[in-house]
């Protein structure tokens, strides 16, 4: 599993607009890319955890597999929650090609996912 | 925005607003102050937003207060002022009486009124005498914030630069938005050198929209997309046709996307339609309704709501993302945070959170998407 997200992540840190990307895996560990210096991969394993254990706050969800995304002035970053509980965090400038193809990478990490089980 | 929705209370508001005052900063006076004459014959009010709008204004305004008409005229006459926000319901001369004479002896002076006596007929004879703007008094320090950024808006306003009356910060957006939340009704004509549209606003619903051979959401996409140009506030007038339904927040909402795709058209970043479609996960499917809508102040009084059954709840899931965001742009530098998108099987929901105003939008026709 940690290999394939790891190959998955590095293929992906490259896109145009991709600043990092990273997966908290069910077991609390974590992967990161990161593609510029100014968005460590550090502090996005920081915002990994802090999401997963906020999220658990949040009203009862309906659904195993959760999308959202966090629009900012310049920056955007998209949460996906696999049904096994590994959450996958991109963080893209906005109005890029990665910022565009957030949807498909959520997808393919879906896949990637129902590959792996 | 922080409006009011219901009547002023008078003096026990406005202790509780002046006990929650910020404590006064050291700051530099600045070289050219705004002028401004807030006329209202209850001297409690006046003093109260004397004290706090020149407080939050970093004293770049100078407010002047007059106690009735006849005052304020004479005032008027001896010194120059910028804006004045006058009361509707004051003795002898009242508030519409007042403002036709200004408008006929100083034409180019800004005109507001802020009022806690609120009616749509004296809010068109407002507007029909000269009025920018026609707000009802607010009733909690968020209400007076969402005043003062608008009031602060209008006396910065300079011709040919951006929207005309209003810019920036409070937009045609907060405009429609403000006219909604106070259930006015009221065309909003915009125009610019090139196309001239109008918004309908009945009973703080939009009901139509025209521009160009463009009607219903079209057309108000095509509105709130421009980048400059004029708008007016003018009395309620019953539209040849309705074109649009729906939840004027949505339909904010909505605009706010599609401006946000048409600005990445334009800067070339996207491709074609179908590859845009496919990229965004957060599309609305056809036929998708909006189940619950929610309306907050910054700090979580709620403002309007609509098919919420668990406001509550609502107001927590705010305000924890509200907290989140605030930590993940602590981590990374993304600028200011302006929405999430929330998306699972369930369904759809969008919540927006701003200092001044939270909104929830969920769509979708089963279980909770959060």
């Known amino acids: 599993m940690k290999e394939i997200f790891g190959q998955w992540l590095a293929a992906r840190v490259s896109a145009p607009g991709m600043l990092v990307c990273g997966i908290r895996q069910s077991d609390g560990s974590c992967l990161t890319q990161g593609a510029v210096r100014t968005f460590p991969a550090e502090q996005l394993e920081k915002i990994l955890h802090t999401f997963a254990e906020a999220k658990l706050q949040f009203p009862a969800e309906s659904g195993a597999e959760i999308w959202s995304k966090w629009i900012f002035d310049e920056g955007q970053i998209c949460f996906v929650t696999r049904p096994d509980g590994n959450l996958l965090a991109l963080v893209v400038r906005s109005e890029t090609d990665a910022a565009q193809n957030l949807g498909n990478l959520a997808g393919e990490f879906l896949a990637l996912a129902a590959a792996a089980v | ?370």
Not at chain 2, 23 to 29: A, C, D, L, N, W
Not at chain 2, 62 to 72: E, F, R
Not at chain 2, 103 to 120: I, M, Q, S, Y
Not at chain 2, 358 to 370: A, D, I
């Open chain 2, 1 to 370: 925005m922080g409006l009011c929705l219901g009547p002023w209370n008078g003096n026990l508001r406005i202790k509780k607003i002046v006990s929650a005052k910020i404590e006064p900063e050291k700051v530099t006076r600045p070289s050219k102050q705004h002028q401004i004459l807030f006329v209202d014959d209850e001297r409690a009010f006046l003093e109260t937003v004397s004290t706090l709008f020149v407080d939050w204004s970093k004293q770049t305004w100078k407010v002047h207060i007059a106690t009735s008409a006849d005052q304020a005229l004479q005032f008027l006459k001896d010194q120059m002022v910028e804006l004045v926000v006058v009361d509707i319901n004051m003795p002898v001369l009242d508030g519409v009486q007042f403002l036709r004479v200004v408008n006929r002896r100083f034409p180019d002076l800004k005109k507001a009124v802020l009022t806690g006596h609120a009616t749509e007929t004296k809010r068109s004879e407002c507007l029909a005498s000269g009025a920018e703007l026609f707000i009802e008094k607010p009733q909690s320090s968020d209400g007076f914030r969402a005043i003062f950024a608008m009031l602060d808006e209008l006396v910065t306003w300079t011709p040919r630069e951006g929207f005309q009356g209003m810019l920036r910060k409070v937009g045609l957006q907060d405009v429609i938005q403000m006219e909604c939340l106070g259930r006015n009704s009221s065309v909003l004509e915009i125009h610019n050198q090139h196309l001239r549209g109008r918004v309908y606003i009945e009973d703080g619903s939009i009901i139509h929209a025209g521009v160009g051979d463009l009607t219903g959401e079209p057309a108000l996409h095509k509105l709130l997309s421009l980048s400059g140009g004029s708008f007016q506030l003018q009395p309620f007038e019953a539209p040849l046709q309705r074109t649009i339904q729906g939840q004027w927040e949505f339909l904010l909402m909505e605009a706010a996307r599609v401006r946000d795709e048409m600005s990445m058209q334009a800067a070339g970043a996207s491709g074609a339609e179908t590859a845009e479609a496919e990229a965004d996960g957060a599309d609305q499917p056809d036929g998708v309704k909006v189940v619950e809508t929610l309306i907050c102040s910054g700090t979580g009084e709620v403002l309007h709501a609509w098919q919420s059954s668990e406001t509550d709840a609502r107001v927590g899931f705010l305000k924890a993302l509200s907290a989140l965001s605030d930590r993940f742009a602590q981590e990374l530098p993304m600028g200011k945070f302006d929405r999430v998108e929330i998306q699972n099987a369930a369904g759809r929901c969008i919540a927006q959170v701003h200092a001044d105003r939270m909104v929830f939008v969920r769509m979708g026709t089963e279980g909770l998407p959060v």
